[in-house]
């Protein structure tokens, strides 16, 4: 009995330093796991800790996992992890990834295709608003803090999901009288289709690692944000090749999350309420 005993301490010990880590549920299991295995493999080998690939098949399913204790690290964007920590105080960012031009934030865009619309000004109660998920920080969370600050409301004209920023973005092309909004990022994508640029939010806060903090120690925390931050994959070709098969959201290099980034996003939820019904 004590050979038992002594064999299930030494295996619950074995698995004491896996990392269970589950990205952004943006594609089938297969493709996500491919997009992760190499920086996965690579904080292995810096850290020397285990990290485990657990997939979510949504935002929900990601959050539940999370909150129940059978993930440690999720990836998020600012939006969710607002939400995530008003009902569950254990979730800390801790890593800020940069997007392609090497900046640890983007804006929320509000643009058109109508030559009839060069300003906010200009559209009337017939304009259609396009916007992506209800719960993406470029929907309505975002658009209706612009449309506020011009003196306007959402609510007032005619909106719709299209669940993507590109597909906010091809909707415009082919639409008359409307408007939409969508990251900064995405629209650097589409630059030659020039698109007008009516108006911006303040910076957002990029996509970031949040730690479970009842179950991933600070010391755990350190090492793997030594293991990211020690790269500059924008200015070094050695780090560039190192990163290029890892995922668009994380080969761009990081910054240590700050406390404060993601107070335009607390402020705007405290004046506007999302609703549930669209």
Known sequence: MRYITIFIILFSLSFSDTIRFSPLPVDNSPRLFEQYKHMLKYL?????????FIYSKSYRDLLKKFKSGKIDIIELGPLPFVRLKDEFKG????????????????????VTKDKNINSLSNINKNTKVGLTRNLSTCGYLMSEHIFVENNKSLESFDYTYLNTHSNVLL????????????KSTVLNQYKHFNFTELSYSPDIPGFAFVANKNQVSNEKI?????????????????????????????KYGAIKTKKNSYDVVYQAMKNIQIPKDK
């Open 91 to 110: 979730a800390e960012p801790f890593l800020t990834f940069n997007s392609k031009d090497g900046k640890p934030f983007y804006n929320c865009v509000l």
């Open 44 to 52: 292995e080998k810096e850290t020397g800790y285990k990290f485990e």
């Open 222 to 250: 350190q090492k793997i944000q030594h293991a990211i931050l020690k790269l500059d994959p924008l200015h070094n070709e050695k780090d560039k090749e190192l990163v290029s098969k890892w995922s668009s959201n994380t």
């Open 171 to 182: 909707t415009l092309l082919i639409k008359d009288n409307m408007v939409g909004t969508v």
